[in-house]
């Protein structure tokens, strides 16, 4: 069942993307592009939660 799979590997690669832009905003000089680098992280991450919540079996049912 590989199809179980595809979504949590898509997860991890918008958290992967998500810690590179926050390690670029820490690196980056201007605070105008750092602001600009830890919102996109942001969306991104909050993203990746709707998407991991989506479907995801290790979740508490509630």
Known sequence: MSGDSQPSERVQQMRDKAQ??????????????RQRLTDKALRIREQSERENGRGSGTMDPM
């Open 20 to 33: 590179e832009l926050e390690q670029a905003a820490q690196h980056a000089t201007d605070p105008a592009e």
